[in-house]
Structures are given as structure tokens and as C-alpha cells.
């Protein structure tokens, strides 16, 4: 099976600060990966689809890059509802895997 | 709007039973796949299982093939997730959630999760 490593497993951050989060693939996945946030005692929300595609309603301070085995998250201005944690996943074949998470907290 | 609705969650002894369902509304059921994912006790999501729109073709994580059973009832609007067996390492909260695409071959992110239904497996 795929795995996918998140890194840094924890970010401190400031409110309005430039986030990045970072997701390896042990192989290519071509554009199969899809970012979301989960905050405590809720169910994940899709951020981004096919590494790069906005959900519907989501901020456009969220982005996603990558392709292969290497995708990066961007928030560019880190707002106070962002202190989440994010997970990547990827969907390349039937057996979904997720990254352990990265936890964004205030700095 | 879409809701999911995660139901038949509770305490079990090891060996036990439990059969969970996900009702669903806001979207033509019938046209997608779906899927459950859990998250243990402060720890990460894990895939357990997911089927296509019709039920025709379903998947398993290696943790509960043979042990867990994925199927869905579109004249009702319900997935159902068949877990016998359970072991204390299947506690969790049990999310079930949506494919993001409409009848599109291959496996897909999951655009919606119900608000999960928590599963103990304890003596």
C-alpha cells in the first residue's frame, strides 16, 4: 500500500503568517491527493481535490500544489479558524490512505 | 444540503457485533459511492471501507477484511457497515462519507462526512 508522510507533524504559527504543509507519497500518485482540515470533536472538511482544485467554499487563502510524490498546502495568511489540524490522502487505487496529520497551533 | 447521519454506534465486548448505518439526504444517492473512515481515540483517520454507487463493487482496508461487511440500501438512502468480530483496536469513531464525484470510475476524495458514531470494544 501508499504511504503518505505529513511534515511537520505540529506548525506554531501566528494569525496572519504563511503556512506550509508538506505530503510524500512512497510513490507516484500522479494528482490523486486531496487535503483536509479537522477540527476537535468534528469531521474532517475537504480543502483541496486532485492536489490542486479548491472545494466550493473554501477560502482562497487555501491552496495545493504537487504531483508525483511530493504536495505542499499554503495557507498565505493564517486566520484564527485555521487552527485545525490538516491531513493529506491519497485516492490513487482502492485502498485510501491518509497522512498522520500536521497540528497547526498559535505561536 | 447534504447530510450524513451515522447511527448504531455504542459498547460491545470483544468478539461482538455491531451493525452501523449512515442515512443519507440532500443529494441523489443512488449516483455515488461512498465510503467509512475512522479515527481512533486521539489519533489519526484510517480508511476502513468503501463501495461504488450501484453496491456492485466494494473494498477493504486489510485491518477488517473478512470481519466487517460494506453494503447500501438506495431505495433508502442508507449505507451500512456490518462489523462482527470487533477487536479493542476497532474503537473509534466510525465517519461515513461521500464520494466528490458523480458517476466517475476509480476511487475518489470524499467531498462530506456525517458527524461520526463512536464504537467501544471493551470487557
New interface residues.
Partial sequence: ?IQMTQSPSTLSASVGDRVTITCRASQSISS?L?W?Q?KPG?????LI??ASNL?SGVPSRFSGSGSGTEFTLTISSLQPDDFATY?C?Q???????????TKVDIK | EVQLVESGGGLVQPGGSLRLSCAASGFTFSSYGMGWVRQAPGKGLEWVSALSASGGSTYYADSVRGRFTISRDNSKNTLYLQMNSLRAEDTAIYYCAKYGQILVAGPQYFDYWGQGTLVTVSS
Fill in positions: 500500500d490523486w486531496a483536509y479537522q468534528k469531521a474532517p472538511k475537504l481535490y486532485k472545494q491531513y490522502q485516492y490513487n487505487n482502492y485502498w485510501w490512505t491518509f497522512g498522520q496529520g
